[in-house]
């Protein structure tokens, strides 16, 4: 696990987005990670397990790539 990386528990579901939204810091710098709805359509809940899902690949594309600007559109196979 990447202790460069909290986590806040801010999970949105922005309606003029149509995405899933929620922030963490990362080295100091707080990211905003946008997923698209269709990875998990809109539902009033979203179950743990998938959030930390959501955050695993979070850490994964960190280790892969520099977020540009305080944005991260995470791309998550269907």
């Known amino acids: 696990m990447n202790q460069a990386v909290l986590f806040n528990d801010d ?3 922005d309606e003029d987005r149509h995405a899933w939204i929620f922030t ?3 080295s100091g710098s707080m990211i905003k990670v946008v997923i698209d709805e269709r990875f998990h359509p809109q ?4 179950e743990d397990s998938i959030k930390f899902d959501w955050e695993n690949a979070v850490e994964d594309w960190l280790e892969q790539y520099e977020p540009v600007g305080s944005e991260i559109l995470l791309e998550l196979p269907i």
Do not use: G
């Open 11 to 13: 999970l949105i579901f």
């Open 24 to 26: 963490c810091l990362c």
């Open 43 to 46: 539902a009033s809940h979203v």
